[in-house]
């Protein structure tokens, strides 16, 4: 999910206040890393992945709010024959606490702290990579931030740990560096590291981003092999956010941006923009 107040932000949304939105994120690729191989394949010609979501933030005190992500996803591929899929993915909710926040020489420091399940919302299978819609693992993810800002220049940086579930597939043997005669699939753990600086303001937000997501094990596509669910998948991506509030319709705002990949290791070098429209319903009793 990204737009303002999202899991891997310092933004805190009130007590007794609700943010909703919708979101448009469109993904394509051409080239990928087979491996360390970087090439094109004329099976799947473009990529594009589009994923439409609705999502909600609700303050449970100032410091605490809770989240939820509800992405429906759709795959196609420009050539070859793979078919495209299509369907609800997975279903993500998200603790996110505020602990500690100090005044530090003319600006402010903060900490944060995260708590996200996720849960495939449909019978989607995970084993026709690239057209798959996702991996169908249950997962269970852990983040810490912190975030320093003078006025409204600002810089954060987070870390994350992710424990996925094993998965079942549709066969009952399969090979990845050797002979394995199970539908079970053991899904590698992951980390990612972020960092982020830009403006902040109650009306205008900018940002640019860095990320570096690793796999915790896995193994490497084979030559002109299909990828599958457990393949190693690393990337180092850039990218930037913007989000606009207006000032004659209090509580809406609109929200858009980017990302690339810039190295990988068995994944997309993907193209990413997004769009969303988010409105702030207020629960209490102060105005």
Sequence with gaps: MVSAQTDADALMIPKNFYCAGALFTNNTWKNYWEGTFKRDNGNIGTLTTNTYSVFGNYGIF?????????????????????????GFQDLSLTLKWEPYKTKIGTGV????????????????????????????????????????QISGFFLSASGQYIRRNDITID?????????????????????NYMLSTGYRSPQFNAQFMFEQFTTLGGFDIRKNDMPFPSNTMNYSEAGVLFKYSF?????LELTAGGN????????????????????????SKTK
Excluded at 120 to 146: C, K, T, W
Excluded at 171 to 191: E, G, H, Q
Excluded at 272 to 281: A, D, H, K, P
């Design 109 to 148: 420091f903060s900490t944060y702290a995260f708590l996200q399940g996720s849960t495939p919302l449909s019978n989607y299978q995970p084993d026709f990579q690239p057209m798959s819609i996702g991996l169908h693992s249950e997962a269970v993810a852990v983040r810490a931030l912190v975030n320093y």
């Design 260 to 283: 690339y990949i810039l190295n990988g290791r068995n994944v997309g070098q993907s193209t990413t923009i997004y769009g969303g429209v988010l409105y702030l319903f207020n629960f």
């Design 247 to 251: 000032d004659r319709v209090a509580g």
């Design 171 to 191: 066969r009952t043997s399969y090979y990845t560096t050797y002979l394995i005669n199970s539908n079970r699939v053991d899904i590698p753990n992951a980390n």
């Design 62 to 86: 100032n410091n605490l709010d809770v989240l939820f992500n509800v992405p429906y996803v759709t795959t196609n591929a420009s050539a070859g024959t793979l078919k495209g899929q299509k």
